[in-house]
Nanobody, 115 residues
Framework: VRLVESGGGSVQPGGSLRLSCAAS????????MGWARQAPGKGLEWIAG????????EYADSVKGRFRIFRDNSKATVYLQLDSLQPAGTAMYYC?????????RGQGTLVTVSA
């Protein structure tokens, strides 16, 4: 299993980012996928998951309505659209090969939200 995240960066409050995760080493189109994050000094938090055919998506209450998970099975890539970012969204964001778990995961991409 190899998961490589990209798309992180610095953004002002209210801004948006789109994270990508390129997957390899398994049958992506048959796999549940998700995202988790870890804010500075805090534990890992699962935030979103999506089933293989995108028929079911789930979100943690902390991001519901502001983040959107979607996937492109032809590219073996899962995305996380982050909108209306606030400083509390500052974290390392991880791609996860699971629907509602935090492992296995990639190395992460850092998102920093500050004025």
């Amino acid at each position: 299993v190899r998961l490589v995240e990209s798309g992180g960066g610095s953004v002002q409050p209210g801004g948006s980012l789109r994270l990508s995760c390129a997957a390899s080493g398994f049958t992506f189109a048959a796999a549940n996928m998700g995202w988790a994050r870890q804010a500075p000094g805090k534990g890992l938090e699962w935030i979103a998951g999506i089933t293989p055919g995108s028929g079911n998506v789930e979100y943690a209450d902390s991001v519901k309505g502001r983040f959107r998970i979607f996937r492109d099975n032809s590219k073996a890539t899962v995305y996380l659209q982050l909108d209306s970012l606030q400083p509390a969204g500052t974290a390392m964001y991880y791609c996860v090969k699971a629907l509602q778990n935090v492992a296995p995961r990639g190395q992460g991409t850092l998102v920093t939200v500050s004025a």
